[in-house]
């Protein structure tokens, strides 16, 4: 696949960008007017950290990879109009798994734009669980607890989402939710996503470009401000299938499987 920064054509559209908060007093950190979407900017004097399409055949530029439960992680030739190799996730509809990703360590604090392109295959099922597809994940809180991302891209139903956490004291965690528009399957999607990361002074900010076209945006406190930067996942993660969490739901379907490929991260 492709890079995405700066290359993509110019798209006409007007996207709704609605913003869902927990509390009202978080209002002023997640809303926004409605925006119409431009092409993806270049970064401007950049340097990429981490970049892999691939082609090594392996998963060896990432941390780590991480399979609960009976799914897989492999490096294919890409589907449906893709070039070269990509990495194929599948986590299988029998009660015992619910994630297949990779991960890569902490960049550091600052700006960021998080390129990458991923492909939901034409027969993927619709479903009200929430599927993550791209993360940025925190640590455990003070209290030794687990937490929600603080970035996330999901799918539910037919609809791309992002969510954002942070903290309003040491435990509790507050949501936004941005629309991010209708899922198209199978077709390959070039996203950006221009992080700036919110410090304990300073506010936050989420930009991303799905199709060199910008489907939404977030302004405001966007982690847990702990000692590392949140560090960057990709793959399939359904939290609802965690056995663990005993929430019943119907097993015996068929895999959910996802690709991705083209991940260049530029700091700037």
């Known amino acids: 696949m492709s890079r ?47 970049t892999d ?11 780590r990879q991480r399979v609960d439960g009976n799914g897989s992680i492999t ?27 990779v991960a890569v360590n902490s960049l550091g604090w600052g700006s960021y734009r998080f390129a990458l392109a991923d492909y939901l295959p034409a027969d993927w099922v619709r479903t009200p669980t929430e599927t993550i ?25 037919g609809s791309w989402r992002l969510k954002v956490h942070w903290l309003t004291d040491p435990s509790t965690v ?31 900010a989420v930009t991303v470009y799905r199709d060199g076209v910008q489907v939404g945006a977030y302004s405001g406190l966007n982690n847990y401000h702990q000692n590392q930067s949140p560090y960057f996942k990709t793959g399939i993660y359904r939290a609802n299938w965690n056995p663990a969490k005993n929430i019943p739901y119907p097993t015996g379907g068929p895999d959910v499987v996802a690709w ?3 991940v260049v991260v530029t700091r700037y």
């Open 133 to 157: 597809l791209a993360q940025w994940h925190g640590y455990p809180l003070a209290d030794g607890s687990d937490t929600k991302p603080p970035i996330a891209l999901t799918v539910k139903d």
């Open 53 to 63: 399409g691939f082609e090594s055949g392996t998963l060896s530029a990432w941390t």
């Open 260 to 262: 991705s490929d083209s």
């Open 75 to 101: 490096v294919a030739p890409a589907p449906a109009g893709g070039s070269g190799q990509a990495a194929r996730f599948t986590v299988p509809n029998d009660g015992a798994s619910y994630r297949s990703e």
């Open 174 to 204: 507050q949501e936004a939710v941005v629309p991010l528009g209708d899922v198209q399957f199978g077709h390959w999607n070039q996203w950006a996503f221009d992080i700036t990361w919110s410090t304990d002074t300073t506010p936050g």
């Open 4 to 50: 995405l920064p700066g290359r993509l054509a110019a798209a006409v559209l007007t996207a709704a960008l609605a913003v869902t908060a927990a509390p009202a007093h978080a209002a002023a950190h997640a809303a926004a007017p409605a925006v119409v979407s431009a092409p993806v900017p270049a970064v401007v004097s950049g340097t990429d950290v981490f």
